[in-house]
């Protein structure tokens, strides 16, 4: 089955970039799902972020957008997350997941599988 | 700054039913998109539970039932258990700015 797994530095400097990287085992990144990043603030809920497809396609948080980039590899089976102008409000467990419906129709899917999430920490 | 709405906790005896409500508006469940539900034991990443509003992943209890009406979903459990004690979240898509995924503000479930 299909597994996830984040990777990336855990601390990152205040106004520097949060650089993520989610590599999909057991499937391919091609099928027709979208991926996304989901990120929780230590004892604090959960929040999307954001989602690709493999053409390159991308949907943002309106919240975040400014400020973030998702792109994907599909040679390496991956697909990653930068995100710029990091604050102390940034830190968070950040996980990818794969949207569970693969449809172009926007609205529908849950998510699964879920990475085991990193924790990122911008402090200086 | 969640748009969905969950009571902070719910508790209940082995064996009791316990409701958890989610109230969202009408530009996300009202708007008739799919609410979904994830249970997230400590220091694990989110599991889905529900799917669709009341459909079941391979896997997981028939104790664990899921309805949605109106504004609002619901994910109830049976038959109450101790390792049924986690992090509850609803999940769904508001159509408001530019469209977005949103959760709920999660409930934690106590097993008394």
């Known amino acids: 089955q299909v597994q996830l797994q984040e990777s990336g530095p855990g601390l990152v400097k205040p106004s520097g970039t949060l650089s993520l990287t989610c590599a999909v085992s057991?499937?391919?990144?091609?099928?027709?799902?979208?991926w996304s990043w989901i990120r929780q603030p230590p004892g604090k809920g959960l929040e999307w972020i954001g989602e690709i497809y493999h053409s390159g396609s991308t949907n943002y948080n309106p919240s975040l957008k400014s400020r973030v980039t998702i792109s994907v590899d599909k040679s390496k089976n991956q697909f990653s997350l930068k995100l710029s102008s990091v604050t102390a409000a940034d830190t968070a467990v950040y996980y990818c997941?794969?949207?569970?419906?693969?449809?172009?129709?926007?609205?529908?899917?849950?998510?699964?599988?879920w990475g085991q999430g990193t924790l990122v920490t911008v402090s200086s | 700054q969640s748009v969905l709405t969950q009571p902070p906790s719910v508790s209940g005896a082995p064996g009791q039913r316990v409701t958890i409500s989610c109230t969202g508006s009408?530009?996300?469940?009202?708007?008739?998109?799919?609410v979904h539900w994830y249970q997230q034991l400590p220091g694990t990443a989110p599991k889905l539970l529900i799917y669709?509003?009341?459909n079941r992943p391979s896997g997981v209890p028939d104790r664990f039932s899921g309805s949605k009406s109106g504004t609002s979903a619901s994910l109830a459990i049976t038959g109450l258990q101790a390792e049924d004690e986690a992090d509850y979240y609803c999940?769904?898509?508001?159509?408001?700015?530019?469209?977005?995924?949103?959760f709920g503000t999660g409930t934690k479930v106590t097993v008394l």
């Open positions: 057991g499937g391919s990144i091609s099928s027709s799902n979208w």
């Open positions: 997941a794969r949207n569970s419906i693969p449809t172009m129709v926007r609205g529908v899917t849950s998510f699964d599988p």
């Open positions: 999940q769904s898509y508001d159509s408001s700015l530019s469209g977005r995924y949103v």
């Open positions: 669709g509003n009341s």
């Open positions: 009408s530009s996300n469940i009202g708007a008739g998109y799919d």
